[in-house]
């Protein structure tokens, strides 16, 4: 079957390999600044066989260490697509909402990098891989212009859209985890957190989740919007261009450098306005996803390495090749702790204390004479894509390759606890590598 029937309209699919295959597909529009709605519904049949665009933005601060996201994509911004990896005789089966990182500010959910399809074929559940609109776009407008937290509303758009539709690809719609890594992590912890998102996914997995950012993000707001403002000098954002509002966007990140590891995800969900709960009424909001969402957290051994390499404190010593590697070591064993496995840890007990169902993982494989270790994004590899799409990634070091056999397990574990939840994971704590 070529075709596909969805809320709105029809649809042209990819069917090969076993596999069926929707790309690009449409489930928002939205004027520049303003809340997201439903697309209009369409005559005809609609292709989506072919990749959808990424949000506009800056290249990516971690090109240097995953390669090229955005290779063979096109950049717009009516960019709230989806795409659907199902197997081709699916039949009820679990579905996989992939939320993708890139700290706000760069990334797609249609990157070749994120190609479930080993997942899907190898885990027997339907993937769902979904687009936002990012940084000045999505978290955080000029001021007085449009509303925050834009694309976290996208992201419960297309959950709604998993919802209404998945059905037509052979998913069970009771039966949704939400997955992301890096800031597609924090997405799906703030969707924990939306009372707009409660029932639309049932299981979630947070992978080297930045999490416990909260703290002044409101003062770095204000600094971030002088920036912006100055930036754009009287310019009116809802008609500046694109590339004017992207380098009003690069003054933000600048601005927001002073405000320490915040400064990192300069460009996130804001607590207290929609959808999200104020800062007073999170324990409240944790305790009740606890109760209805199972949770499998973890991070990487050496989460820290590419960021703790990029601080110019740091970078100095790389003058002297063996200091280098040592600074950014202890650097980083110190950072991963305060960013990411400090903050999984609490949150896994959090979940336990309030009788939530929760497992951890740690990820701890190595490629041989890599800089950077078991480094933040290594794990992608193994779920996703293909060799050739992640040749281009030194984080994997001169060979380029990764190991099969654990690949194969991790996309087990992951699709294993998509089908049956924590009672799937072989041990509370799980350890890769």
């Known amino acids: ?45 609609r292709d989506a066989t072919q990749p959808g665009p990424a949000c506009p933005q800056r290249p990516s601060r971690l090109g240097w260490v995953t390669g090229d996201a955005l290779k063979g994509l096109t950049t717009d911004e009516n960019c709230l697509v989806l ?70 509303r996208d992201q419960i758009l297309a959950l709604r859209w998993v919802q209404d539709n998945i059905a037509a690809f052979g998913g069970d719609a009771a039966n949704v985890t939400a997955f992301g890594q890096s800031a597609g992590a924090h997405s799906v912890w703030s969707l924990m957190l939306s009372e707009g998102a409660a029932g639309l996914f049932h299981r979630a997995i947070l992978q080297s989740a930045p999490l416990e950012l909260d703290d002044g993000r409101d003062d770095m707001a204000v600094a971030m919007g002088s920036a912006m403002a100055i930036a754009l000098a009287g310019a009116d954002p809802a008609e500046a261009s694109v590339e004017r509002l992207l380098a009003a966007e690069g003054a933000a990140v600048v601005a927001a450098q002073d405000f320490g590891l915040l400064g990192g995800l300069a460009f996130a969900p804001r607590l207290g306005r929609g959808p999200l709960p104020a800062p007073a009424d999170v324990p409240e909001a944790i305790a009740a996803a606890a109760a209805r969402i199972e949770l499998l957290i973890g991070y990487t051994k050496d989460d820290a390495a590419p960021f703790v390499a990029m601080d110019p404190r740091v970078a100095r010593f790389n003058r002297v090749p063996v200091l280098g590697r040592l600074a950014v070591r202890a650097g980083s064993a110190t ?57 281009d990634a030194p984080m994997l070091g001169p060979q380029r390759a990764i190991d099969n056999q654990l690949a194969a397990e991790m996309r087990t574990r992951w699709a294993e606890f998509a089908h049956h939840g924590v009672e799937s994971l072989p041990e509370p704590a799980l350890r890769f590598g």
């Not at 042209?12 to 519904?41: E, I, M, N, S």
């Not at 939320?99 to 994120?114: L, Q």
């Not at 490629?367 to 078991?374: C, E, F, Q, R």
């Open 335 to 391: 950072i991963t702790k305060q960013a990411f496995s400090g903050p999984a840890e609490r949150l896994a007990q959090t979940w336990r204390n309030h009788g939530g169902r929760v497992g951890t993982y740690r990820f701890d494989w190595t490629p041989a004479s890599a800089p950077l270790g078991a480094c933040h994004c290594i794990e992608l590899p193994f779920l996703f894509g293909s060799p050739q799409t992640w040749a």
């Open 1 to 45: 079957m070529r075709e596909r029937h969805i809320k709105g309209g029809t649809i042209q699919v990819d069917h090969q390999d076993g596999l069926v295959r929707a790309r690009g597909v449409r489930y928002g529009t939205a004027r520049r600044f303003a809340v997201a709605q439903p697309p209009p519904a369409w005559s005809g049949v």
């Open 83 to 152: 795409s659907v990896t199902a197997p081709a005789d699916a039949h009820r089966l679990p579905v996989m909402v992939w939320f993708h990182g890139g700290a706000y500010v760069a990334g797609s959910g249609e990157s070749a990098k994120y190609d479930p399809a080993a997942l899907a074929r190898a885990g027997n559940v339907v993937v769902v891989n979904v687009s936002y609109r990012l940084g000045i776009f999505g978290y955080l407008a000029p001021p007085g212009v449009g509303a925050d937290n834009l694309g976290l």
